[in-house]
C-alpha cells in the first residue's frame, strides 16, 4: 500500500494545508488586514451581556439610516447586537442618564433589554450596520410607547 493512500496521512496533509492557510490568513505582513473593531463580555453600559437564547440561530444585519437632526423611538433589543457607525454622528442615550457618543467609524456591543435611543445632531445622515444574534421567527427589536417609560429627554 502506497503510503499516500493511508487515511492517517490524508488527514495530516489536510490539517498541515489548513494550518499552513490559517497563518497566512493571519500574517501581519500578508495581504489580509484584520482589525479587532469590537470585542467584550459586556455591553456598551459595562454591565455583562445576557446568554444567547435557546432555538435555531438566526442572524440579521441590517443598515440604518438615522436622518440628521432626529432621533429613533425608544426600543429595546431582546438579543444581543453590535454594530459599526460608518457615517454621520451619533448619541446613544439610556433612561439613567447614561449617553454613548459615536463617531463614524466607531463600534458599540449594544444594551440588550434596556430602553434606550439614539440622536443624531450632526448635519448629516447618520448610517450604521447593525448585526443580531437572534433566535429565528423572533423579533429582535421592540418599539416602547413613549408614555410606557420616564426619560430625560422628552422622547
Do not use: C
Request: glycine share 10%; no cysteine; charged share 20%.
Amino acid at each position: 500500500m502506497n503510503w499516500f493512500t493511508r487515511p492517517w496521512m490524508i488527514s495530516l496533509g489536510l490539517v498541515v494545508i489548513g494550518g499552513l492557510s490559517m497563518v497566512w490568513a493571519h500574517d501581519p505582513g500578508g495581504p489580509l488586514k484584520v482589525t479587532v473593531l469590537a470585542k467584550s463580555v459586556d455591553a456598551w453600559d459595562g454591565k455583562p451581556l445576557p446568554a444567547y437564547p435557546k432555538g435555531q440561530p438566526e442572524i440579521t444585519i441590517l443598515r440604518i439610516v438615522i436622518p440628521a437632526g432626529s432621533k429613533t423611538p425608544l426600543h429595546l433589543h431582546t438579543v444581543i447586537n453590535a454594530g459599526v457607525l460608518l457615517k454621520g454622528e451619533l448619541d446613544v442615550h439610556m433612561e439613567n442618564g447614561k449617553t454613548l457618543k459615536l463617531k463614524a467609524g466607531d463600534s458599540l456591543i449594544e444594551v440588550v433589554e434596556k430602553p434606550h435611543w439614539g440622536q443624531n445632531n450632526g448635519k448629516t445622515d447618520a448610517e450604521i450596520i447593525v448585526f443580531y444574534a437572534g433566535v429565528q421567527g423572533e423579533k429582535v427589536t421592540k418599539e416602547l410607547d413613549d408614555h410606557d417609560h420616564d426619560h430625560p429627554s422628552g422622547l
